[in-house]
Each structure stands twice: as C-alpha cells, then as structure tokens.
C-alpha cells in the first residue's frame, strides 16, 4: 500500500513506539502517507465499480425472478391442456367403446325380433 500509520509516520512518534519496518520507503525515509488516506482513495476509485457491478447483479437477480414466473405460468399452462386433452381422450375413448359395443348388440339383437 505504499503507507505508514493512520495519519502518517508521525503517528508512531506520537505513540512513542518504533516505526515498523513496513513503513520505510527506502533505508533513510519513511512513506509519507497515511494508510487511513491510502485505503479511502483506493475505496472511492472502486466504490463506483463495486456499485456498477452489484446494480447489474441485482438487476440480473430480478430479470431471474420474472422469467422463473414466466416459466411457471407456462408449465400451469400446458399441465391445464394436458388435463383437458387427457380428459377429452378418455371421453372420446369410453364413446367409442359404448359405440363399438351397441353396434355389436345391434345386429344380435336385430336377428333375436
């Protein structure tokens, strides 16, 4: 990060403790910044990246919610035309047995008058 202490090299000084090796720039001189300065200038570079990409992902998230909806709706849909048309077969289906079989009475029966 290129920094030393909160506000500087200074902050140590007034600590009264030793400045840490991390906070030497070369063998004689310390980083002159702060890192409490470094870390909120590198915070605003990236604030506007960071809410760019949680805008595009929370927009993702809703655009995921309404077409899972959409799916839904459409799997209501064809599971009510699939009950319909399951109903209709079986309908169509038990008529051609009632017919199949009165037509098959119907010359028995015709030859027992």
């Known amino acids: 990060l290129k920094c030393c202490g909160v506000s500087g090299s200074e902050y140590w000084v007034r600590k009264k403790q030793a400045i840490p090796e991390s906070c030497k720039e070369d ?8 890192c409490l300065d470094v870390i909120a200038a ?3 570079k990236d604030l506007r990246t960071m809410g760019i ?4 992902l929370g927009l993702t998230e809703v655009l995921a919610i309404v077409l899972a909806c959409c799916e839904l709706l459409n799997i209501r849909d064809r599971e009510k035309r699939r ?10 289906a038990a008529e051609q047995t009632y017919q199949e ?3 098959q009475q119907r010359p028995y029966d015709e030859r027992r008058y």
Do not use: C, E, F, I
Not at 83 to 92: F, G, I, M, N, V
């Open 27 to 34: 063998s004689d001189n310390y980083h002159p910044n702060g």
């Open 42 to 44: 590198h915070a605003k």
């Open 53 to 56: 990409v949680l805008l595009v």
């Open 83 to 92: 009950s319909r048309t399951a109903r209709l077969l079986r309908y169509h």
């Open 101 to 103: 079989a009165a037509a």
